[in-house]
């Protein structure tokens, strides 16, 4: 199933995206979806489908705000506003990156820095995500943020809780740009609960890219 608003490709049981959080099947919580269930009919005797039912449209994706000339008054001279550079020569990341563990994740934490929080927005009651703005960094600070802004709101009433990292605070919603994290809280593995978190840097699609998965 493609998300409508970022574009993702997810789960055909999904009940929201991966990447930008958003619901792919408004009002059914996560892990039940229509799928299988016959379309229910109106009662009475007289009722005959409408003819010539169109499918609504789909709303459109949200392009990501490119980087381009910037002005800051009459007459000024154009300024290029690039993106951050995703390459940090020179920097050596520390022995615990990538985490294995959760508690090689703690390791981390004092290397993460200093943040703003940008917005916060809920959505079904189970589900909070959380936009965040902090300068560029390699991934092993990217982690070390997300860990904490993750501690700084954490919830357990949410089942779902989503930080999104970002450089600059003017770009486009559901486009991070600095990292993500998705923790899960009480998923049902067999027969025992436990929490997932899983971390993206970057946006997600650089080649160096880095995906972790951990649980407890």
Not at 56 to 72: D, E, H, L, M, T
Not at 184 to 202: A, E, K, P
Request: proline share 12%; charged share 20%.
């Amino acid at each position: 199933m493609r998300c409508p608003f970022c574009g993702m490709f997810n789960r055909d049981d999904a009940a929201y995206c991966t990447r930008c959080g958003r619901d792919l099947v408004p009002g059914y919580p996560p892990g039940q979806t229509t799928q299988g269930q016959p379309p229910r009919r109106p009662a009475g005797p007289n009722y005959a489908p409408p003819a010539n039912r169109q499918q609504a449209p789909r709303p459109p994706s949200v392009p990501p705000i490119q980087a381009g000339p910037v002005r800051s008054g009459p007459g000024s001279r154009a300024k290029t506003v690039p993106e951050p550079p995703r390459a940090f020569k020179g920097q050596e990341a520390p022995q615990s990156f990538p985490p294995h563990t959760t508690a090689q994740l703690k390791e981390l934490e004092s290397l993460a820095l200093p943040y703003t929080r940008i917005s916060d927005e809920e959505s079904n009651g189970h589900k909070k995500i959380v936009r965040i703005q902090y300068q560029a960094c390699p991934a092993w600070n990217q982690v070390a943020t997300l860990w904490k802004a993750l501690n700084d709101v954490k919830d357990d009433n949410f089942a779902t809780t989503l930080i999104q990292g970002f450089t600059q605070p003017g770009r486009a919603l559901y486009s991070f740009n600095n990292g993500q994290l998705q923790f899960d809280h009480g998923v049902l593995l067999g027969s025992q609960r436990i929490n997932r978190y899983i971390f993206d840097t970057g946006s997600g699609f650089e080649g160096d890219a880095v995906r972790i998965v951990l649980s407890e």
